[in-house]
């Protein structure tokens, strides 16, 4: 069974920056690529960062591309979304989830092992 829990969610005002972590567990939960998704009231989830099991790869959403950073330290077994240049629009619920079987980065349907989520806020 592989787990994800995230955490570092908060109340910050515009222009301000946050790190989401997500700590995976299980076997093998070094090895999944990972990815962060958001919801924000009355949305659809939506794509906003991808990692490569290796760390090597990244892949963003046009919307953060240049203001958040996903990175990994699998040590530790732990993801993280640096977010910088908060904008009002980036207040959502934020969810880390693991790949096991592979498919397309952006796709919620390929994201087998999901966390509860950290909302965070963004006040403008």
């Known amino acids: 069974q592989v787990r994800a829990v995230e955490s570092g969610g908060g109340l910050v005002q515009s222009g301000d920056s946050l790190r989401l972590s997500c700590a995976v567990s299980?076997?093998?939960?070094?090895?999944?690529?990972m990815v962060w998704f958001r919801q924000a009231p009355g949305n659809e989830r939506e794509f906003v960062a991808h990692?490569?099991?290796?760390?090597?790869?990244?892949y963003y959403a046009d919307s953060v591309k240049g203001r958040f950073t996903i990175s990994r330290d699998n040590g530790k077994n732990t993801v993280h979304l640096q977010m910088n240049s908060l904008k009002p629009e980036d207040t959502a619920v934020y969810y880390c989830?693991?790949?096991?079987?592979?498919?397309?980065?952006?796709?919620?349907?390929?994201?087998?092992?999901w966390g509860q989520g950290t909302q965070v806020t963004v006040s403008s």
């Open positions: 989830a693991a790949q096991a079987y592979g498919g397309s980065y952006y796709s919620e349907g390929s994201y087998d092992y």
């Open positions: 299980g076997r093998t939960g070094s090895f999944y690529p």
């Open positions: 990692i490569t099991w290796s760390g090597q790869g990244t």
